[in-house]
């Protein structure tokens, strides 16, 4: 388990889930809309930088999985 900064690679907001990127989780880091930290309807916009622990796990084709993300706006 660990946390790094990272950049989001996908969203999909219909489904509350997408990817970030970031040297510490190579191949990709899966992220549900639960992990997001903030208040009111929670999502990541592509491109933009974020905090994200993550642990080690099997998920959608991944190796990591965000544990808690955290914005850099927020």
Same mark, same amino acid.
């Given at each position: 388990?660990? /946390?790094?900064?990272?950049?989001?690679?996908?969203?999909?907001?219909?489904?509350?889930?997408?990817?970030?990127?970031?040297?510490?989780?190579?191949?990709?880091?899966?992220?549900?809309?639960?992990?997001?930290?903030?208040?009111?309807?929670? &999502?990541?916009?592509?491109?933009?930088?974020?905090?994200?622990?993550?642990?080690? &796990? /099997? /998920?959608?084709?991944?190796?990591?999985?965000?544990?808690?993300?955290?914005?850099?706006?927020?």
């Amino acid at each position: 388990m660990g /946390q790094t900064m990272g950049t989001v690679r996908e969203w999909h907001g219909e489904l509350g889930w997408g990817v970030l990127d970031s040297p510490d989780t190579p191949g990709g880091c899966w992220v549900y809309w639960s992990t997001i930290e903030g208040t009111g309807f929670r &999502a990541l916009t592509v491109g933009a930088t974020v905090e994200f622990g993550w642990e080690l &796990a /099997q /998920q959608d084709g991944y190796s990591f999985r965000a544990t808690r993300v955290y914005p850099r706006d927020e």
